[in-house]
């Protein structure tokens, strides 16, 4: 049977080996990840004034990226209304183009 936590040492004490040294601190992504203006996004085109479609590079993967931005401190920041398609999603939103217009159109 496997022991999992801390091990004991010879006179029976759970050992840290990190003994006397702070934890390491986590990297805030904060910064990085609301900036706007990353030199991956390609801003293709304004839907409105508050909506755009952008591709990006996320983790090694594009991105199609339709998202509302918000106003703060002076600088365009992505909200959280949006979606992110993958190049298989946006491929399969793409060649149905032609139908959406299709249901579109019958509905109006």
Same mark, same amino acid.
């Given at each position: ?5 801390? !091990? ?5 004490? &759970? ?6 040294? &702070? ?7 904060? #910064?990085? #990840? ?5 030199? %991956? ?9 508050? !909506? !755009? ?19 703060? %401190? ?13 190049? %298989? ?5 793409? %060649?149905? &183009? ?11």
């Amino acid at each position: 049977m496997s022991f999992r936590g801390k !091990r004991k040492n010879a006179e029976g004490h &759970a050992s840290d080996e990190n003994e006397g040294h &702070a934890p390491p601190k986590k990297a805030s992504n904060t #910064s990085a #990840s609301v900036e706007s203006d990353d030199s %991956d996004d390609i801003v293709v085109c304004e839907i409105s004034k508050n !909506r !755009r479609v952008s591709v990006r590079n996320w983790n090694g993967k594009i991105w199609v990226d339709i998202r509302e931005f918000y106003v703060k %401190d002076g600088k365009q920041m992505p909200g959280k209304k949006g979606i992110s398609l993958s190049l %298989d999603q946006w491929n399969v939103l793409r %060649d149905h &183009a032609e139908a959406i217009d299709k249901a579109l159109a019958e509905s109006s």
